[in-house]
């Protein structure tokens, strides 16, 4: 097996990758941070499961998934994120799971902080301002010093620990949805953890692009999806909590189908998209085949520096995510210095040279325009990329 970094460069090998996918003719998209496709595999599969279920119905649930599936399932996929069963429950998406994170942490007390920063998602953002309004908390908000650097972002965390002694509770976002800048996560919980302070981790866009391990980390409480980077039908979700800390974190709105001490309580109890749950065994043998975390995240990492390398020195374009590579994975973002508008720039992205982006805003460091490569992105394409970049910006 050649070393990560080798494979990413290997345009013949993601090629073969590609045609696991299907793709629809159009645009070359470079928004793939919204959601990832399933593999031809993983849509058979799917596909299969839900004529299953809906041929089986409730015979096959109560009788097999519900008592044996669903364990075996859960503990396939604690094996792929390294930790216990125990530790791991399903939700519906990582929104689901963060707001009930943050909705049942029981450690607040009226008068305590806590704390988001410019760069959290806009739904973690609303969830503490609830905490403000219905637990009597102060909500602090801090931003980022543009442009970012490992440096930078330790000392904002550093000088608010610092300033605010009642801080509880904080939010942190491994990887920026709006710039794609990767936090560096475990050394923040080291300084959040020695000042008191939780914290929550969003890890929507770092599950199957990011090789990490929480218990290294040092993360409590943490919410995920796998539909972005591992591969999986829409609608999964997974709440971490690390069994020691199960207690600080109550059932959710008084579950009571399961224990006090299984971290299932933690969710709301419904039924979930069984079809899709049945298929996560077929999704994580794909995500181990394409090389897994380390292996996806080289190549789009690698399809990121191809762009960025050239986008750095046209003086009419900026990047915002940095070049250290602790900060960066497949998504980063750039905005046009000479033109105000970023959502026209999108535009004209899209209709003058085929290539679909997103526009985003809302962080302290200005409109934007983010470019996520995916799987099926070819070297090609990025050409097509650096060569708009260099017609628009110039
Ligand atoms: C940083 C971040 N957090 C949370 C979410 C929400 O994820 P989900 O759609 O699984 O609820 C997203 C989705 O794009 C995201 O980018």
Known sequence: MPRNEDNARD???WQTVARRYDVEPGPINLENGYFGRMTHRVMEAYQRNIDFINRS??????????QIGIADIRADLAELMGVS?????????????????????????????????????????????????????????????????YETLLASYQEAFVRYP????????????RTGLVMPVQAIVEMATEHGVDVIL?????????????????????????????????????????????????????????PLTDIRSRTPHSTPNIPALMTLPTVFAEHRELGGAAGKGARLAYLRNLWVSEARAMPGIEVLTPDDPRLYGAITSLRFTRQADQQRMAERLLNEYNLFTVARSGSA????????????????????LIKALAELGG
């Open 57 to 66: 119905n409730s015979v096959h649930v109560r009788q097999h998934f519900d």
């Open 11 to 13: 345009e013949h090998f």
């Open 202 to 258: 969003d890890g929507a866009h770092a599950l199957g692009q990011l090789e990490f391990d929480l218990p290294t980390l040092g993360v409590a409480f943490a919410g995920f999806n796998l539909q972005k980077w591992i591969g999986s039908p829409l609608s999964l979700g997974v709440t971490y909590i690390a069994p020691e800390r199960l207690a600080d974190i109550d059932p959710d709105m008084g579950e009571t189908h399961f």
């Open 166 to 177: 009642r801080l509880k509770l904080m939010a942190l976002t491994h990887v920026t949805h």
């Open 365 to 384: 460091c200005g409109p934007c325009i983010r470019v996520t490569p995916g799987l099926t992105t070819s070297a090609q394409d990025i050409d097509q």
């Open 85 to 149: 069963d125990q530790a791991i429950t399903f939700s519906q998406n990582a929104t689901a799971s963060l707001q009930a994170l943050i909705r049942n942490y029981n450690r607040l007390q009226p008068g305590d902080q806590v704390l988001y920063s410019d760069l959290e998602y806009e739904t973690v953002k609303s969830a503490l301002n609830w905490l403000e309004r219905y637990r009597g908390v102060q909500v602090i908000r801090i931003e980022h010093a543009h442009p970012a650097s």
